[in-house]
């Protein structure tokens, strides 16, 4: 057994100490309460979800709870917790008090274990830093090769203000792309906002007046939505595009160099980057004619809340296609 092994799920605990009590508390949430034979009295005791990896768990010293680990993020510990209400609100609210002390403390983190089988716990600030370091690595790698594209000698393209018919605009949020044509369908300009740490990628066919707009967030699977997405432009009748890249900061880097790379391997030319924190357009829109605006469009479809809503909890899923012509 390797020192330190990190343990993530329930399977790896019962197979190491066993299970002493298996009590299903609230079957139709599909979370299971568990007892761990850990020590002699028994003191440790954690939560499961429904695919057996561990949310919560607590070491009692004394039967007083003296400390809360998890390997999840503090946030989804405390949204679990909160839901342990339906069932037992006395005890949702003692451990929502004791995640929040522990938080405070940096007591909230890793479970591991050690060559004689016992357990060891890391503070969850200590993981937290060595995963943004560990990010922040990352990030420094991908923005060298980035910045070796040599993007930035590109030139950035004049914006206008939209100030048409709003009817015709279709408006795309987090891991949504939006297909228009000059040719056929009742929308004639795509956009998007709100490109912070989000990429924008425009593509337009000049000649067949075909374009798309597609926010790209830090959790769309970019290489994944390439194909689908030159598939509806093909579709609506594309057939040659030119690329441009919005928004985005260092930490969009990777997914940046991902776009890049998938566009490349598409024969897509990339013909202005206004990216990284020096990006002057947060929101960007084209018109099938290739007219680019920089605005806000007011848009007054009842779906986006929602839309944002599930995009927001969306993980490592390739983009959607929110409209095409039909």
Do not use: W
Request: glycine residues 8%; contains cysteine.
């Amino acid at each position: 057994m390797a020192k330190s092994h990190l343990i993530l799920d329930e399977a790896l605990l019962v197979e190491l100490y066993g299970d002493a009590i298996r009590t299903d508390v609230f079957p139709a949430r599909r979370y299971s309460a568990r007892t761990l034979i850990s020590g002699n009295p028994t003191d440790s005791f954690y939560f499961v979800d429904g695919e057996g990896k561990t949310i919560l768990l607590f070491k009692l010293d004394q039967n007083k709870v003296t400390s809360v680990y998890s390997p999840r993020r503090v946030s989804e510990v405390l949204n679990f917790v909160d839901e342990l209400a339906f069932v037992d609100p006395n005890l949702s609210k003692y451990l929502s008090q004791l995640v929040k002390s522990s938080t405070r403390q940096g007591e909230l983190g890793e479970i591991q274990i050690n060559d004689e089988h016992e357990l060891i716990f890391k503070p969850y600030s200590s993981r937290l830093n060595r995963v943004l370091e560990y990010d922040m690595k990352k990030s420094d790698e991908a923005l060298e090769v980035l910045l070796s594209y040599g993007l930035d000698k590109l030139p950035i393209a004049r914006k206008s203000t939209y100030k048409e018919d709003p009817s015709k605009v279709v408006t795309v949020v987090q891991k949504e792309y939006a297909v228009i044509s000059g040719k056929q369908g009742d929308k004639t300009v795509a956009n998007t906002f709100g490109l912070a740490n989000c990429i924008g990628l425009v593509l337009h066919d000049v000649d067949n007046q075909v374009a798309s707009v597609a926010h790209i967030d830090g959790s769309t699977d970019v290489a994944a939505s390439i194909p689908p997405l030159i598939h509806d432009l093909s579709e609506t009748g594309g057939r040659v595009y030119q690329a441009r890249l919005f928004g985005g900061y260092k930490s969009s880097a990777k997914q940046f160099v991902e776009l890049v790379n998938g566009l490349k391997g598409h024969g897509i030319e990339i013909v202005e980057a206004d990216i990284l924190e020096g990006a002057r357009s947060r929101a960007i829109g084209i018109s099938t004619n290739g007219v680019l605006y920089d605005n806000v469009f007011e848009d007054k479809d009842p779906t986006m809340a929602d839309r944002m809503r599930v995009a927001g909890v969306s993980m490592n899923v390739p983009l959607k296609c929110h409209y095409k012509p039909r």
